[in-house]
Protein backbone atom coordinates (compact mmCIF):
# COMPACT_ATOMS: atom_id res chain seq x y z
CA UNK A 1 0.00 0.00 0.00
CA UNK A 2 1.13 3.34 -0.90
CA UNK A 3 2.55 6.11 1.68
CA UNK A 4 -0.58 8.13 3.31
CA UNK A 5 -2.96 5.31 2.14
CA UNK A 6 -2.98 6.68 -1.34
CA UNK A 7 -4.13 3.91 -3.44
CA UNK A 8 -5.20 4.19 -7.54
CA UNK A 9 -8.70 2.93 -8.28
CA UNK A 10 -9.37 2.48 -11.83
CA UNK A 11 -6.52 5.56 -12.45
CA UNK A 12 -7.72 7.45 -9.96
CA UNK A 13 -5.78 8.54 -7.09
CA UNK A 14 -7.52 8.34 -3.94
CA UNK A 15 -6.94 8.19 -0.41
CA UNK A 16 -9.33 5.74 1.55
CA UNK A 17 -10.55 5.38 4.75
CA UNK A 18 -8.75 3.37 7.48
CA UNK A 19 -11.20 1.00 7.86
CA UNK A 20 -11.16 -0.17 3.66
CA UNK A 21 -7.60 -0.06 4.00
CA UNK A 22 -7.62 -2.51 6.41
CA UNK A 23 -10.01 -4.50 4.81
CA UNK A 24 -8.09 -4.43 1.77
CA UNK A 25 -4.72 -5.64 3.10
CA UNK A 26 -6.96 -8.59 5.22
CA UNK A 27 -8.70 -9.55 1.93
CA UNK A 28 -7.61 -12.70 0.71
CA UNK A 29 -9.26 -15.66 -1.72
CA UNK A 30 -10.99 -18.02 0.36
CA UNK A 31 -9.34 -21.62 -0.49
CA UNK A 32 -12.19 -23.42 0.40
CA UNK A 33 -16.09 -23.35 0.91
CA UNK A 34 -17.39 -22.59 4.27
CA UNK A 35 -17.07 -24.78 6.98
CA UNK A 36 -20.19 -26.75 8.34
CA UNK A 37 -21.25 -24.34 10.98
CA UNK A 38 -20.93 -21.47 8.96
CA UNK A 39 -23.04 -23.37 6.08
CA UNK A 40 -25.85 -24.17 8.62
CA UNK A 41 -25.56 -20.21 10.20
CA UNK A 42 -25.93 -18.98 6.65
CA UNK A 43 -28.77 -22.07 6.02
CA UNK A 44 -30.41 -20.96 9.22
CA UNK A 45 -30.29 -17.30 8.77
CA UNK A 46 -31.84 -17.20 5.51
CA UNK A 47 -34.99 -19.83 6.65
CA UNK A 48 -35.58 -18.10 9.66
CA UNK A 49 -36.03 -14.39 7.23
CA UNK A 50 -37.98 -16.64 4.82
CA UNK A 51 -40.55 -16.94 7.13
CA UNK A 52 -43.19 -13.92 6.08
CA UNK A 53 -42.29 -15.31 2.55
CA UNK A 54 -43.55 -18.47 3.31
CA UNK A 55 -46.44 -17.50 5.08
CA UNK A 56 -47.49 -15.11 2.08
CA UNK A 57 -46.74 -18.20 -0.29
CA UNK A 58 -49.06 -20.84 1.06
CA UNK A 59 -51.32 -17.90 1.01
CA UNK A 60 -50.69 -16.78 -3.06
CA UNK A 61 -50.05 -20.30 -4.76
CA UNK A 62 -48.90 -19.43 -8.11
CA UNK A 63 -50.90 -22.77 -8.76
CA UNK A 64 -53.50 -24.97 -7.04
CA UNK A 65 -51.10 -27.09 -5.54
CA UNK A 66 -53.39 -30.47 -4.90
CA UNK A 67 -53.95 -30.27 -8.55
CA UNK A 68 -50.63 -29.80 -9.69
CA UNK A 69 -49.61 -32.92 -7.68
CA UNK A 70 -52.37 -35.14 -9.20
CA UNK A 71 -51.18 -33.94 -12.47
CA UNK A 72 -47.45 -34.96 -11.30
CA UNK A 73 -48.93 -38.49 -10.52
CA UNK A 74 -46.83 -40.22 -13.13
CA UNK A 75 -43.76 -38.77 -12.42
CA UNK A 76 -44.38 -39.49 -8.71
CA UNK A 77 -44.64 -43.18 -9.39
CA UNK A 78 -41.29 -43.44 -11.29
CA UNK A 79 -39.43 -42.17 -8.54
CA UNK A 80 -41.09 -44.12 -5.95
CA UNK A 81 -39.61 -47.13 -8.15
CA UNK A 82 -36.40 -45.63 -8.93
CA UNK A 83 -35.86 -45.10 -4.92
CA UNK A 84 -37.42 -48.67 -3.67
CA UNK A 85 -35.49 -50.10 -7.07
CA UNK A 86 -32.30 -48.59 -5.43
CA UNK A 87 -33.30 -49.04 -1.61
CA UNK A 88 -32.92 -45.78 -0.33
CA UNK A 89 -35.29 -45.88 2.34
CA UNK A 90 -33.43 -48.90 4.08
CA UNK A 91 -29.95 -47.21 3.65
CA UNK A 92 -31.40 -43.83 5.03
CA UNK A 93 -32.28 -46.18 7.99
CA UNK A 94 -29.07 -48.02 8.32
CA UNK A 95 -27.03 -44.15 8.78
CA UNK A 96 -29.97 -43.67 11.41
CA UNK A 97 -30.02 -44.91 15.13
CA UNK A 98 -32.07 -44.66 17.95
CA UNK A 99 -30.92 -41.42 18.99
CA UNK A 100 -31.36 -39.83 15.92
CA UNK A 101 -35.36 -40.98 15.65
CA UNK A 102 -35.85 -40.15 19.27
CA UNK A 103 -34.32 -36.58 19.29
CA UNK A 104 -36.46 -35.82 15.73
CA UNK A 105 -39.57 -36.32 17.91
CA UNK A 106 -38.74 -34.91 20.94
CA UNK A 107 -37.41 -31.42 19.78
CA UNK A 108 -40.27 -31.29 16.52
CA UNK A 109 -43.24 -30.75 19.36
CA UNK A 110 -45.44 -28.54 18.07
CA UNK A 111 -43.25 -25.35 17.00
CA UNK A 112 -43.95 -22.97 14.35
CA UNK A 113 -41.74 -22.69 11.54
CA UNK A 114 -38.98 -20.72 12.72
CA UNK A 115 -38.90 -22.37 15.74
CA UNK A 116 -38.63 -25.69 13.77
CA UNK A 117 -35.57 -24.43 12.02
CA UNK A 118 -34.01 -24.10 14.92
CA UNK A 119 -35.17 -27.23 16.01
CA UNK A 120 -34.01 -28.92 13.26
CA UNK A 121 -30.45 -27.21 13.05
CA UNK A 122 -28.43 -30.65 14.96
CA UNK A 123 -29.62 -32.82 12.40
CA UNK A 124 -28.96 -30.22 9.64
CA UNK A 125 -25.16 -29.37 10.72
CA UNK A 126 -25.13 -33.19 10.87
CA UNK A 127 -25.78 -33.67 7.24
CA UNK A 128 -23.61 -30.80 5.98
CA UNK A 129 -20.97 -32.33 7.80
CA UNK A 130 -21.08 -35.47 5.79
CA UNK A 131 -21.50 -33.74 2.63
CA UNK A 132 -19.15 -30.90 3.34
CA UNK A 133 -15.42 -33.09 2.58
CA UNK A 134 -17.81 -33.75 -1.10
CA UNK A 135 -18.49 -30.42 -2.17
CA UNK A 136 -15.31 -29.13 -1.35
CA UNK A 137 -13.85 -32.07 -2.87
CA UNK A 138 -15.83 -31.27 -6.49
CA UNK A 139 -14.70 -27.27 -5.41
CA UNK A 140 -10.91 -28.10 -5.85
CA UNK A 141 -11.43 -30.23 -8.64
CA UNK A 142 -13.29 -27.76 -10.93
CA UNK A 143 -10.59 -25.43 -9.81
CA UNK A 144 -7.86 -27.73 -11.16
CA UNK A 145 -9.41 -27.79 -14.71
CA UNK A 146 -7.81 -25.70 -17.37
CA UNK A 147 -10.22 -23.33 -19.37
CA UNK A 148 -8.02 -22.14 -21.57
CA UNK A 149 -10.34 -23.19 -25.06
CA UNK A 150 -14.11 -23.78 -25.30
CA UNK A 151 -13.80 -27.38 -24.92
CA UNK A 152 -11.97 -26.98 -21.65
CA UNK A 153 -14.74 -24.62 -20.35
CA UNK A 154 -17.22 -26.78 -21.10
CA UNK A 155 -15.74 -30.02 -19.46
CA UNK A 156 -15.48 -27.28 -16.43
CA UNK A 157 -19.14 -26.78 -16.30
CA UNK A 158 -20.18 -30.45 -17.10
CA UNK A 159 -18.11 -31.31 -14.56
CA UNK A 160 -19.60 -29.19 -12.63
CA UNK A 161 -23.16 -30.49 -12.91
CA UNK A 162 -22.20 -34.20 -12.99
CA UNK A 163 -20.67 -33.91 -9.52
CA UNK A 164 -23.67 -32.26 -8.01
CA UNK A 165 -25.09 -35.64 -9.66
CA UNK A 166 -22.37 -37.54 -7.44
CA UNK A 167 -22.95 -35.96 -4.28
CA UNK A 168 -27.12 -36.51 -5.11
CA UNK A 169 -26.84 -40.01 -5.28
CA UNK A 170 -24.45 -40.13 -2.54
CA UNK A 171 -27.65 -38.21 -0.32
CA UNK A 172 -29.66 -40.55 -2.03
CA UNK A 173 -27.67 -43.60 -0.23
CA UNK A 174 -27.02 -45.30 -3.74
CA UNK A 175 -23.11 -44.15 -3.53
CA UNK A 176 -20.83 -44.83 -0.69
CA UNK A 177 -18.81 -41.86 0.47
CA UNK A 178 -15.65 -43.46 -1.22
CA UNK A 179 -17.33 -44.27 -4.07
CA UNK A 180 -18.57 -40.29 -4.50
CA UNK A 181 -14.96 -39.65 -3.95
CA UNK A 182 -13.59 -41.78 -6.61
CA UNK A 183 -16.16 -40.71 -9.28
CA UNK A 184 -15.66 -36.95 -8.34
CA UNK A 185 -11.76 -37.31 -8.55
CA UNK A 186 -12.20 -38.79 -11.89
CA UNK A 187 -13.61 -35.53 -12.88
CA UNK A 188 -10.48 -33.88 -13.58
CA UNK A 189 -9.71 -35.96 -16.68
CA UNK A 190 -13.39 -34.62 -18.11
CA UNK A 191 -13.19 -33.72 -21.86
CA UNK A 192 -15.50 -32.36 -24.64
CA UNK A 193 -15.83 -31.62 -28.16
CA UNK A 194 -16.82 -28.07 -28.53
CA UNK A 195 -18.47 -27.21 -32.16
CA UNK A 196 -17.25 -23.20 -32.76
CA UNK A 197 -18.34 -21.99 -36.27
CA UNK A 198 -15.24 -20.69 -38.50
CA UNK A 199 -13.15 -23.56 -36.86
Not at 78 to 103: C, I, P, S, V
Not at 135 to 148: A, H, W
Amino acid sequence: MAEGNIIKVRGVEVDPPEEVVKGLEEFKPKEEILSAEEWVDKWERHAKAAKEDYKKGVRRPKREPIKAAAAANDKYKQRLMEALEEDRWLKKMQKLNFEDWALGILLTGEGRYADGITKRRIRAEGAYKELRDLVNLLFKTIQQMPEETPEQRAAKMLAARQGMLIIGSYRKGVLTLEEARSKIEKLKGMTVTVSVPGR
